[in-house]
């Protein structure tokens, strides 16, 4: 009973530019409405917000322009580089500057409004590295329409604990978690944990 939306922009032009084909008024418009309907039923109202170096700023107006709108749960978000996209700016040396005021913000707006704000603490996001990473270049497999994680998974023939054998997958796993902490924390990684308020 919750419906999650992703957002990529405050702003009718950054909205419209993020979102190809992307109508901002739709969008608010179709928000008012799930915000009616939760008056009636139970559900909740999620927005996932990806933010890059072109978007950040402008959630420092967000309880502005939704504040009509009944949201549940707001996570905030680093964009990650996963599969094929059109926007290829991963960097956040603009953000990291100005992210300690904008979540501050975010958060105290959140808490009175009675909204879930799952962020990320200013010192993680510097620091985009984590001993998850040993693993996650194993096991983490995105697939899209155009795309498939790896070129020679035969999808139609085998399952990926087939292909995780074939590859030696298990064995490279244990032979990188048997390396120093120091090694392991020089893999890049984007996953990072929230904090929930």
Known sequence: SEITFSLHGV??????????????????????????????????????????EDNFE????????????????????PIVKIGNTEYNNFSL???????????????????????????H???????????????KKYVYC???????FRKDFKWGDETYNQYARRRG???RILKDALKSKKTILNYADDKLNYDIN
Do not use: C, W
């Not at 402008?58 to 978000?77: K, T």
């Not at 993680?124 to 001993?131: C, D, F, G, T, Y």
């Not at 995105?142 to 498939?148: A, Q």
């Open 169 to 171: 997958i298990p064995g």
């Open 58 to 77: 402008e959630l420092s107006s967000f309880y502005e322009v939704f504040d009509e709108v009944d949201i549940d749960i707001l996570q905030i978000r």
């Open 121 to 135: 603490k200013p010192k993680k996001l510097k620091n985009r590295v984590s001993l998850d990473s040993v693993i």
């Open 11 to 52: 702003t009718n032009e950054t909205y419209e530019n993020m979102m190809q084909k992307g109508d901002f008024d739709k969008f608010l418009n179709v928000l008012k409405l799930i915000s009616k309907v939760k008056e009636k039923h139970e559900l909740k109202l999620r927005i996932n917000y990806t933010f890059n």
């Open 142 to 148: 995105y697939i899209s329409p155009t795309s498939l």
């Open 93 to 119: 040396e603009k953000v990291i500057p100005v992210y300690d005021e904008v979540q501050k913000g975010l958060l105290a707006e959140s808490q009175k409004r009675g909204v879930t704000l799952l962020s």
